[in-house]
């Protein structure tokens, strides 16, 4: 594409930017402006960011991980999900001077189009940007029937792009077999990873196939598969909650509960995951693990679309819990339970 085309794809975006520096907001915005981008708000915090969202439609949201007193990054991310007030056709990029395993592993789980790290050059966000707008356009009419709910659509969008020899092979392919999972179209999703896997081992279609066998309840086979996912690299978080999900599948909670406390050390910024792992470890009568767990979701979920006060209630039974089994510290447990409560 000729950077001429680009200018008129940037001219048709409508942008927030999300940062609590006033000079970052000051630096991004004039970068866009080059870059031909017209409309852009920006605001300060991640309140900010969920009202501008819920007020507007945005085609492309660059938000930065650390935003002060409130949410964060990657929560304004998961809340966008959640409320669906992020259409696929939109593009989420997060912006971050954080390069710890868990920020990053967190903000992928929710699928940020990418995430540039500071210090942000206009040279290195023009490449970054260009190549998600490349991407963004050929996907499009793909992404607008995910967004109508239209799966059998978007499947059928898929197959013509990979007829049309798409330069965007691996992520139609994707996005196919996906769609076939939620239509319930199982053989045909096995058949996309399989096919995939015999041209050559990507780490995603050997997912997918574990995946596809969880759903149609080929257990042990889903197990060899998400353990060779893991084996590969332990740090696919999916891999170990498709592994959890197997595990409950053949009645073997222990092991369960075991998948489900790898998953909360690769990725421990989940709040959900953090909750399985709570319940788990209560259906295993695992006490102590159940509390560390619901002592996480209750540190995880501040400032979360997933924040409940079930949490706490459920923290003050395991205390409760606790305090009766007449330990030398039974006094603090007891404490502990209306400090919660």
Known sequence: MRQIDLIKLYGQMRCLVVDDMPDVRVAIMGMLRVFGVQHIDVVANGEQAMEACFNNQYHMVLCDYNLGPGRDGQQVLEELRHRNRLNNTSIFVMITAESSREMVLGALEYQPDDYVTKPITQALLR???????LRHR????????????????????????????????????????????????????????????????????????????????????????????????????????????????????????????????????????????????????????????????IKTARNSVYESPDDYLSLARELTELSKEGEANADKYVKETFEVL
């Open 127 to 133: 490449q970054r940007l260009d190549r998600v707008m």
């Open 138 to 297: 050929e996907l499009y009419s793909i992404k607008q029937a995910m967004d109508e709910k239209d799966y059998a659509a978007a499947e059928q969008r898929c197959a013509e792009r990979l007829n049309a020899n798409t330069s965007y092979r691996s992520s139609c392919l994707q996005i196919q077999a996906e769609m076939n999972l939620r239509l319930f179209n199982f053989k045909q999703a096995e058949d996309i990873y399989t096919g995939v896997l015999a041209e050559r081992p990507v780490l995603w279609a050997k997912l997918g196939l574990g995946k596809t066998q969880v759903a149609k309840k080929e257990y042990t086979q889903a197990e060899a598969s998400l353990k060779e996912v893991i084996r590969v690299n332990k740090r696919v978080v999916e891999a170990h909650d498709l592994l959890a999900d197997a595990y409950i599948g053949k009645g073997e909670t222990i092991l369960a509960q075991e998948a489900m406390q790898a998953a909360a050390e690769v990725s421990p910024k989940s709040v959900m995951r953090q909750r399985r792992l709570a319940e788990l470890a209560k259906l295993n009568q695992d006490t102590q693990a159940c509390l560390d767990a619901s002592l996480r979701v």
